[in-house]
């Protein structure tokens, strides 16, 4: 089991897209916000430096969040994942890696907002 926790208020990779131009073509394209950016890159500095976990496991969050304002654990989930996958925690966050979910929630915690991550081991192979 590995468990940490990142002191960082939680954010969500929908709610913080940007529309931009693309200077030589033109077209439109989404990206993630200024904040949600700085956010990706808070989290290095709390992500442990382990081997890279490419065998199914449950990933549980527990978001705390410093506010009563509604916000979709989904689009929690999808933005952690995402994180551990580009700090190589995780090889992917697809279903050969990451079973489930099982246990994440949100919380408040006015004083104290953060995100606790525990990843264990599945013992199921995949038919």
Known sequence: MIKFTIPLEPRTKKNSQQIFINSKTKKPFIT???IYKQFEKDCKYFIPKIETIAKPV????????????????????????DILVKYK?????????????????????????RIEVEIIEVDEELE
């Open 89 to 113: 925690v995780l090889l992917d966050d697809n279903f050969t890696i990451v079973a489930g979910h099982d246990g994440s929630r949100v919380k408040i915690d006015k004083d104290n907002p």
């Open 32 to 34: 993630q916000s200024k």
């Open 58 to 81: 449950n990933v549980k969050y527990t978001f705390y969040r410093s506010t009563r304002q509604l916000c979709d654990l989904n689009g929690l989930i999808q933005a952690i994942d």
